[in-house]
């Protein structure tokens, strides 16, 4: 890790909550220890985005939506707990009314076969990451896609499971070291 790394870390403790900066530093060494090293985000606050010198960003760190959070992706993993899906969910219905084909009334892209959690984006005019979406059921049924580009927001980190975050990052990380070897 060079200075400028450990500069960046440094800021990024300053400006955690004070209860939660020991979470930061295990997670911040967690990541690093993989890796991923810090890079400062162009964002109008203070955001690290951690990625690994094959170039995947696993995780970021910083102000998304005016809140301090971590924000990990975990497409590649398999029985992922009910409180990730759950914030799937609510990031892909966020999402989806967003989406420019939403709002026309058009399905962005095709639901995956049943009891598939990722699958190929078909939407083809992406150019965020054009590899994988997740696909999470709605309360009203309908299946709504999320881009895996951008990592997924854990809004509260209070009761979080460390031991089963790491395990979701190292699954996704060993995804990465396959695919972009």
Not at 5 to 10: D, I, M, N, Q, T
Not at 87 to 101: G, P, Q, S, V, W
Not at 159 to 179: P, S
């Amino acid at each position: 890790m060079t200075k400028k790394h450990e500069e960046l870390l440094a800021e990024l403790y300053s400006l955690a909550p004070p209860q939660d900066t020991a979470f930061y530093k295990d997670m911040t060494a967690f990541l690093t220890g993989l890796g991923y090293m810090p890079k400062r985000e162009i964002e109008p606050k203070f955001d690290l985005s951690f990625t690994h010198s094959n170039g995947a960003a696993i995780a970021k760190i910083g102000f998304y939506k005016n809140k301090f959070q971590l924000r990990i992706k975990f497409f590649a993993c398999a029985n992922v707990p009910p409180k990730y899906i759950q914030i799937l969910k609510d990031e892909a219905e966020a999402e989806n009314k967003m989406n420019r084909f939403a709002r026309r009334g058009a399905v962005p892209v095709p639901s995956p076969p049943p009891g598939v959690f990722t699958k190929k984006c078909l939407s083809g005019d992406c150019k965020t990451c054009g590899r994988i979406r997740y696909y999470v059921q709605s309360d009203n049924g309908n299946m709504l896609g999320k881009c895996s580009g951008e990592p997924v927001p854990v809004p509260d980190i209070s009761g979080i499971d460390r031991n089963e975050l790491k395990r979701l990052v190292t699954e996704q990380h060993g995804y990465f070291m396959v695919l972009l070897k």
